[in-house]
């Protein structure tokens, strides 16, 4: 009991974590980008193509590929950025608002590429696409928000000069007795009723391999309300279809039914080429 107060009150004054590796100088070609924060989902490094549709910025999830998500701030001051996949904080797998969230510190114009769950002070387990079924939310009982990747900003707080005015005695006793005169707001009921069974045929992320991932907890005091909000949904080429968001027969991937209706089973007469003796012209 007592060491769980002791995390409490840690994560109280410091409800952040700052990556000691992997901060890169370079700015991501395609990506979400809100007042100078950008986010963007990269596969084998390279950033996946992004389509806005419905209000919403889509990409197209590669089933059991390995991805990472690519934070930058691109403002001349440190700034703490909570990021969630699935529903699932990055750093403990909590599902919290965004201001209770622990975060990850960048320092002005720095760039942090997160390749999976962070498991230890020293390594993560890398996030990839996956089936619901077989998904980290849930292995975890928690399927209410799989598809989504957000990432929400938080500048930190500056200092505040002491003003003395006449009047601000009096004023913050009237606060006071208004304060204890009212009611305090009910909580928020969550959603009752049972979820949908996670299927085997939507996209979801998967906890997968261990890669090394050295951080480290520093003191960070977060403004209020957010400076930015960034929002990624990510579903399966079947999916995105069905949405709209993508055409059924999409050019740039060759128009496969299209090149399928055109088979033919014999052109020219030969032999299979062999590619140990020499290449097909």
């Not at 952040?16 to 989902?41: E, H, I, K, N, Q």
């Not at 975060?103 to 089936?131: C, N």
């Not at 209706?261 to 012209?281: L, Q, T, V």
Request: proline share 7%.
């Amino acid at each position: 009991m007592t060491r769980r107060r002791e995390i409490r009150r840690v994560l109280r004054f410091a409800p952040a974590l700052l990556l000691v590796a992997t901060l890169l100088p370079s700015s991501p070609l395609f990506a979400v980008d809100r007042g100078g924060f950008s986010m963007d989902v990269l596969v084998a490094g390279t950033p996946l193509s992004e389509y806005a549709a419905r209000g919403t910025t889509y990409v197209e999830a590669l089933k059991n590929h390995d991805y990472s998500v690519r934070l930058r701030n691109g403002t001349g001051e440190r700034v703490a950025i909570a990021l969630s996949v699935d529903g699932l904080n990055s750093i403990d797998a909590r599902a919290t608002s965004a201001s209770e969230a622990r975060k990850w510190v960048l320092g002005p114009y720095e760039t942090v590429t997160l390749d999976g769950w962070q498991t230890s002070s020293a390594t993560a387990r890398r996030f990839f696409f996956t089936s619901e079924e077989r998904s980290y939310g849930s292995w975890l009982g928690r399927t209410k928000n799989l598809g989504i990747i957000a990432a929400v900003v938080f500048r930190e707080r500056q200092p505040q000069p002491v003003i003395a005015w006449p009047e601000a005695a009096p004023q913050r006793e009237r606060q006071e007795k208004d304060s204890d005169g009212s009611k305090a707001p009910a909580p928020s009921k969550g959603e009752t009723g049972v979820l949908p069974a996670p299927t085997d045929d939507m996209a979801a992320t998967g906890i997968g391999t261990e890669t090394s991932h050295p951080v480290r907890q520093v003191a960070f005091d977060p403004e209020d309300s957010p400076a930015a909000h960034m929002e990624i949904r990510y579903e399966y080429r079947e999916a995105l279809v069905r949405l709209g968001v993508l055409p059924r027969y999409d050019d740039r991937c060759g128009d496969a039914l299209k090149r399928r209706e055109g088979a033919r089973g014999f052109e020219e007469p030969g032999f299979s080429p062999d590619p140990y003796r020499r290449r097909p012209r």
